[in-house]
Nanobody, 114 residues
Framework: QVQLVESGGGLVQAGGSLRLSCKAS????????MGWYRQAPGKQREVVAS???????NYADSVTGRFTISRDNAKNTVYLQMNSLKPEDTATYYC????????WGQGTQVTVSS
């Protein structure tokens, strides 16, 4: 079983930055892909960014050029650096990994004021 703990959310003005962290309870080198998702009220959960064990990254079109996903294998942690935040980035952000099944964190709230 994998436990994921997210942190780093908060309230920020448009144009500001936040860095989210997701710490896993296992060695993340065992995890092929780690991803960040978000869900805004009344909307479906959507993928924001993902990173493979080899460091290959993918981003949603809406965040490309503004968000950066990275991983620190020594700390078993994946990060999401979010710059130039917009009000439409407001959502609960979740970390997800797949091992024997999908595991999700509890989520961290990001609120961007205009």
């Amino acid at each position: 079983q994998v436990q994921l703990v997210e942190s780093g959310g908060g309230l920020v003005q448009a144009g500001g930055s936040l860095r989210l962290s997701c710490k896993a309870s296992v060695n993340i080198l065992w995890l092929n892909v780690m991803g960040w998702y978000r869900q805004a009220p009344g909307k479906q959960r959507e993928v924001v960014a993902s990173i493979t064990s080899g460091g290959k990254t993918n981003y949603a079109d809406s965040v490309t050029g503004r968000f950066t996903i990275s991983r620190d294998n020594a700390k078993n942690t994946v990060y999401l650096q979010m710059n130039s935040l917009k009000p439409e980035d407001t959502a609960t952000y979740y970390c997800k990994v797949n091992w024997d099944t999908d595991y999700w964190g509890q989520g961290t709230q990001v609120t961007v004021s205009s």
